[in-house]
């Protein structure tokens, strides 16, 4: 099965497992988050299995989605978890998921998510600065707890992904260059409640080479070997390589786990140390949908046409933010949908019309699909946005006052809801109280 298969066509009717997405927003509404579990877990075995040869502790990433039931099935099937805030980190202990399995990442991690962290005796710190191992070092001690740490390097690599989530550039706010790296391996001692266990890396994403992995291996193994004393060498037993491992989201071939295992897993043998991974958008970006309804379509007197659906930029950022490109189509519909999307290109079917999907909200850069070769489709239609399982519903919001979506999780023949639809009532909940008479 590829990963689409989770997601397919049957009978001119759309389909997560063998249940028909129409059905589940009979019962849930519209727009929601609908997820695969089966494509989730295949995914995650998927990757571990690529680097099975150097036993990584895989960390999903949970930003990507933080989804308690999300977590739940993946520690289940082994996974570890990569987070960036003491709410993150709530969520991942809230699961029962084991904190040797936990590592903490940001630049901005404050004096009390490092205090929440070390009392729950999490595996290990991705330390950005030199004041934030100044702070974990003064937290421990007071805690009397060892800091476990691995310092994060930003290795000054463009990884050819989008400005805005590129994060290995020396410009970039993340990580410590190598003289700095250099220096705090060398004064290590001077912080006594400190293990440093090793270096951690990650570039950006989504990554669709293996280039840049690569580079920043062999910029890790150069420094270790040429700047690091026999001791330091030591304190390097593990690298974390991060995430960014990309999947397809038009549908166009891409590389899987196994091609960057192919490049990543010599080096990593050579450099000698345990590996982490940090995958989140492999895991679960192709594993979810984002289902709306049509609630109008406009046709300008000059010839466009727009769709006009319930879901919006707050439900899905990536297009707005990113100009992220998510594969839309009918949920019902006897188009074949293409095999890959070239927004703005050829027409491909000569039932398909040129349109902008949009949604409802109060900005002109509300747009989730711009210049769609689409079927037509009328008022009451729903529509499938694809792709959207990673950094959708966890980057939602509820501009505009709009109640965010339910998430349903499928699993072969059942669904169940993972998170019910807010509210309006939900919406006003900490406001309320403070309303003078
Ligand atoms: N590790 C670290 C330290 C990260 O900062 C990230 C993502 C990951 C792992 C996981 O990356 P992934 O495997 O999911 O690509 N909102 C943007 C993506 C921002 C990624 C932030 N960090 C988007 O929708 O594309």
């Known amino acids: 099965m590829t990963s689409f298969d989770f997601f397919e066509y049957r009978d001119n009717e759309l389909f997560c497992e063998d249940v028909k997405i129409k059905d589940i927003v ?19 075995r998927e990757i571990r299995d690529a680097f099975a040869d150097v036993s990584p502790l895989i960390c999903f990433s949970v930003k990507a989605n933080s989804n308690l039931s999300v977590i739940k099935a993946l520690a289940d099937a082994g996974s570890g978890f990569d987070v960036v805030s003491g709410g993150e980190l709530y969520r991942v202990l809230k699961v029962g998921v084991s904190p040797d399995k936990i590592v903490f990442a940001g630049v901005g991690k404050t004096s009390e998510e490092i205090k929440y962290a070390l009392e729950n005796d999490i595996f290990m710190f991705n330390v950005e600065s030199p004041a934030e ?8 001690g007071s805690l009397d707890k060892r800091g476990r740490i691995a310092l994060r390097i930003n290795p000054d690599i463009d990884a050819k992904t989008h400005d805005k989530t590129t994060t290995g550039k020396k410009e970039n ?6 003289e700095s ?13 400190i293990d440093l266990k090793g270096i951690h890396v990650h570039l950006g994403s989504p990554i669709y080479s293996t280039g840049p992995y690569v580079q920043g291996l062999e910029k890790v193994y150069k420094f270790v070997q040429e700047t690091l004393d026999e001791k330091g060498k030591e304190g390097i037993e593990y690298v974390n390589i991060g995430g960014g491992y990309c999947m397809s989201y038009t549908g166009e071939e891409v590389k899987r786990p196994r091609d960057y295992a192919a490049d990543i897993v010599p080096l990593i043998k050579i450099l000698g140390c345990k590996v982490v991974m940090e995958p989140g958008r492999f895991i679960i970006a192709n594993a979810g949908i984002l289902v709306t309804n049509t609630t109008y379509i406009k046709i300008a007197t000059w010839g466009k046409k727009f769709v006009i659906c319930d879901a919006a930029m707050n439900d899905l950022a990536r297009p707005s933010l990113y100009d992220a490109v998510h594969r839309a189509w009918p ?9 890959v999307e070239h927004p703005g290109g050829e027409k491909g079917d000569d039932r398909l019309e040129l349109v902008d999907i949009v949604g409802p909200v109060c900005e002109s850069s509300d747009v989730l699909a711009e210049k769609r070769w689409f079927p037509d489709v009328k008022e009451g239609d729903l529509i499938a946005f694809f792709s959207a399982g990673a950094y959708g519903f966890t980057m939602s919001s509820s501009y505009n006052t709009r109640p965010r979506t339910c998430e349903i999780l499928v699993d072969g023949d059942s669904f169940s809801t993972i998170r019910r639809r807010e509210t309006y009532e939900d919406l006003i909940t900490g406001e309320k109280e403070f309303l003078s008479a």
């Open 173 to 178: 706010k993340f990580g410590i260059d190598f």
């Open 181 to 193: 790296a250099s220096q705090l391996i060398k004064n290590i001692d001077d912080y006594n409640n």
């Open 331 to 339: 949920v019902n519909t006897d188009v074949p949908m293409p095999k």
């Open 133 to 140: 191992l100044a702070n974990i070092d003064r937290i421990a």
């Open 26 to 44: 009979k019962d849930a509404g519209s727009p929601a988050y609908i997820y695969s579990k089966n494509l989730i877990l295949k995914n995650y």
